[in-house]
């Protein structure tokens, strides 16, 4: 069972940038490139959503709409590390970050079997 620890969270002002990073851990890297990766998202009393993933090779790489355009995920396989980009930050976007494996490459939080703790992202207008 792999182990995720998020970080990178923090306030930033709107239009503004941060970068969140996903360290993984307990597995190979044979593990590790084999596991789709995924970040989602939460709010108080609302669902986690779903934000951005990537398979274990990094070809195919998809985005909630909502996202689309100012997040970039990408992976370090040899790292076992994921991150996310964001870029043009909105006071939308604040939420607590998970990042997530998943051996399925699925969009619904349920398709993930390992997550990590969070990390907290706060953007001011």
């Known amino acids: 069972q792999v182990q995720l620890v998020e970080s990178g969270g923090g306030l930033v002002q709107a239009g503004g940038s941060l970068t969140l990073s996903c360290a993984a851990s307990?597995?190979?890297?044979?593990?590790?490139?084999?596991?789709?990766m995924g970040w989602f998202r939460q709010v108080p009393g609302k669902e986690r959503e779903f934000v951005a993933r990537i398979s274990g090779g990094g070809s195919n790489i998809n985005y909630a709409d909502s996202v689309k355009g100012r997040f970039t995920i990408s992976r370090d396989n040899a790292k076992k590390m994921v991150y996310l980009q964001m870029n043009t930050l909105k006071p939308e976007d604040t939420a607590v970050y998970y990042c997530?494996?998943?051996?399925?490459?699925?969009?619904?939080?349920?398709?993930?079997?390992?997550w990590g703790q969070g990390t907290q992202v706060t953007v001011s207008s």
């Open positions: 997530a494996a998943s051996s399925v490459f699925g969009l619904r939080a349920a398709n993930y079997e390992a």
């Open positions: 307990g597995g190979t890297y044979r593990t590790f490139i084999s596991l789709g």
